[in-house]
């Protein structure tokens, strides 16, 4: 978008490839994909709107295909020559009149006018801090690649810590029979259990919200129609949930109820404390396990920041727009959103915006209006949700979509045309 709009940019990488969370195996140690890893959202929501995925691709495209995806993506937009590679950036200080000093990998120091953090938030595991100690093995799901790596998941007492995707998808996994696994699965506040798949379609294919109806009535809309998707973990032995469907993030996994179904995995509550092998649990009950898999979540974590001057305790990160900190008009944040049912025609909504700052045909509010903003939208996309720093960061797709779109850009550009441009558009990019 940037250099649609002819702006210079210089594109920092700290590995040596593209990619990302999607990178298997990559080597900056930031993705967190496993071997058998297939995206949950389906191609028809996931693809960028200017870069189709291809037809050939299935549904649910391998974490393989995924990054093919992203490297045709880049070939087609001419973009690796402005990304500099295993450089990523160490230190980002503020100038007093504005713009950047960035020290990169290289130890070099340069400076930039505006600056663009897209660093990204599943990288950082966050682990349960539960009360005890366990002398068993335990990781986190990042550091999870297969059941013989970096453990041997083989003849072994395993406990699983969480009820998210990730969590679901290494259950199953790890509870197959031919391993000769027993897989316990813990959750503390449970989850709505969604299929991909319903009437021979994916499933988020009939997941559309509209900004022209309460968003609240269309919730309850789909509170009333879940049991049709066999949804209520507790169908499964699960706790029930502590929240209303959809008041927090659901869970997608055709095998997770089939096998908890089929006494491969065993469901629990939350862990009451540790105790050497033993784990006791809140409903009374104990077991000895040899490996804790903590599927827990991550922190959004900006290492190149100092911590006085932005951070995002319990993974809170008030912005406008899920983008601008007021006050600070020369940076901007990319892609720090839960954003349901798709992320990346989410970034690719941010990146229109981002490009038309850029250039000097958008101008943002005052700060006390970003403000209030920032509020109004917080209680709009997260009001409703459980307060976890998991769900600090929801947002529907097609609300925010639409709310860029059709208001908040072509406001942006009258207040540009009316006030001038903003002072980022006379700097040399």
């Given at each position: 978008?940037?250099?649609?709009?002819?702006?210079?940019?210089?594109?920092?990488?700290?590995?040596?490839?593209?990619?990302?969370?999607?990178?298997?195996?990559?080597?900056?140690?930031?993705?967190?994909a496993?071997?058998?890893?297939?995206?949950d959202?389906?191609?028809?929501?996931?693809?960028?709107?200017?870069?189709p995925?291809?037809?050939?691709?299935?549904?649910?495209?391998?974490h393989?295909?995924?990054?093919?995806?992203?490297?045709?993506?880049?070939?087609?937009?001419?973009l690796?020559?402005?990304?500099?590679?295993?450089?990523?950036?160490?230190?980002?200080?503020?100038?007093?009149?504005?713009g950047w000093?960035?020290?990169?990998?290289?130890?070099?120091?340069?400076?930039?006018?505006?600056?663009v953090?897209?660093?990204?938030?599943?990288?950082?595991?966050?682990?349960?801090?539960?009360?005890?100690?366990?002398?068993?093995?335990?990781?986190?799901?990042?550091?999870?690649?297969?059941?013989?790596?970096?453990?041997?998941?083989?003849?072994?007492?395993i406990?699983?810590?969480?009820?998210?995707?990730?969590?679901?998808?290494?259950?199953?996994?790890?509870s197959?029979r031919?391993l000769?696994?027993t897989?316990?699965?813990?959750?503390?506040s449970?989850?709505?259990?969604?299929?991909?798949y319903?009437?021979?379609?994916?499933?988020?294919?009939?997941?559309?919200?509209?900004p022209?109806?309460?968003?609240?009535?269309?919730?309850?809309?789909?509170?009333?129609?879940?049991?049709?998707?066999?949804?209520?973990?507790?169908?499964?032995?699960?706790?029930?949930?502590?929240?209303?469907?959809?008041?927090?993030?659901?869970?997608q996994?055709?095998?997770?109820?089939?096998?908890?179904?089929?006494?491969?995995?065993?469901?629990?509550?939350?862990v009451a404390?540790?105790?050497?092998?033993?784990?006791?649990?809140?409903?009374?009950?104990?077991?000895?396990?040899d490996v804790?898999?903590?599927?827990?979540?991550?922190?959004?974590?900006?290492?190149?920041?100092?911590?006085?001057?932005?951070?995002?305790?319990?993974?809170?990160?008030?912005?406008?727009?899920?983008?601008?900190?007021?006050g600070?008009?020369?940076?901007?944040?990319?892609?720090?959103?839960?954003?349901?049912?798709?992320?990346?025609?989410?970034v690719?909504?941010?990146?229109r915006?981002l490009?038309?700052?850029?250039a000097?045909?958008?101008?943002?509010?005052?700060?006390?209006d970003m403000e209030?903003?920032?509020?109004?939208?917080?209680?709009?996309?997260?009001?409703?949700?459980?307060?976890?720093?998991?769900?600090?960061?929801?947002?529907?797709?097609?609300?925010?979509?639409h709310?860029?779109?059709?208001?908040?850009?072509?406001?942006?550009?009258?207040?540009?045309a009316?006030?001038?441009?903003?002072?980022?558009?006379g700097?040399?990019?």
């Amino acid at each position: 978008m940037l250099t649609d709009y002819g702006i210079d940019v210089t594109t920092f990488e700290s590995s040596d490839r593209i990619g990302g969370n999607w990178a298997f195996g990559n080597p900056n140690g930031h993705s967190s994909a496993y071997r058998s890893l297939h995206i949950d959202t389906s191609k028809h929501r996931l693809s960028f709107k200017d870069f189709p995925m291809p037809e050939s691709y299935p549904d649910f495209p391998h974490h393989t295909q995924i990054k093919d995806y992203l490297e045709a993506y880049a070939a087609a937009f001419d973009l690796k020559d402005r990304i500099e590679f295993r450089n990523g950036v160490v230190h980002a200080e503020r100038l007093p009149g504005g713009g950047w000093e960035l020290e990169d990998q290289a130890g070099e120091r340069r400076r930039f006018d505006l600056l663009v953090v897209g660093n990204g938030h599943h990288w950082d595991p966050r682990t349960a801090d539960f009360p005890g100690e366990f002398t068993g093995e335990s990781i986190h799901s990042h550091h999870y690649i297969d059941p013989h790596d970096p453990l041997d998941f083989t003849g072994r007492r395993i406990l699983v810590v969480g009820l998210g995707n990730s969590a679901a998808d290494i259950a199953v996994e790890l509870s197959s029979r031919s391993l000769q696994n027993t897989v316990t699965l813990s959750t503390r506040s449970s989850a709505w259990i969604v299929p991909k798949y319903t009437g021979g379609l994916p499933a988020d294919k009939y997941y559309v919200t509209t900004p022209y109806l309460p968003l609240a009535w269309q919730r309850k809309f789909l509170q009333k129609m879940q049991f049709m998707a066999g949804s209520n973990p507790e169908l499964y032995g699960l706790p029930a949930p502590n929240h209303k469907f959809f008041e927090a993030h659901p869970t997608q996994s055709v095998e997770l109820p089939l096998r908890l179904g089929s006494g491969d995995i065993t469901p629990k509550g939350d862990v009451a404390r540790l105790d050497g092998a033993t784990v006791h649990f809140v409903d009374g009950t104990s077991s000895d396990f040899d490996v804790i898999v903590y599927a827990t979540g991550y922190n959004i974590t900006f290492p190149f920041f100092d911590p006085d001057f932005i951070s995002a305790p319990e993974n809170r990160l008030p912005l406008f727009k899920r983008m601008f900190k007021p006050g600070l008009d020369d940076l901007v944040f990319m892609g720090f959103a839960q954003a349901t049912p798709t992320l990346f025609p989410f970034v690719e909504s941010q990146a229109r915006l981002l490009a038309a700052y850029a250039a000097g045909h958008y101008r943002l509010p005052a700060d006390d209006d970003m403000e209030r903003v920032i509020l109004e939208d917080q209680q709009k996309y997260t009001g409703h949700v459980l307060d976890r720093p998991r769900h600090t960061q929801q947002v529907d797709y097609f609300l925010y979509e639409h709310d860029l779109r059709v208001k908040e850009i072509p406001a942006g550009r009258r207040r540009a045309a009316r006030d001038g441009p903003p002072v980022l558009a006379g700097r040399a990019g």
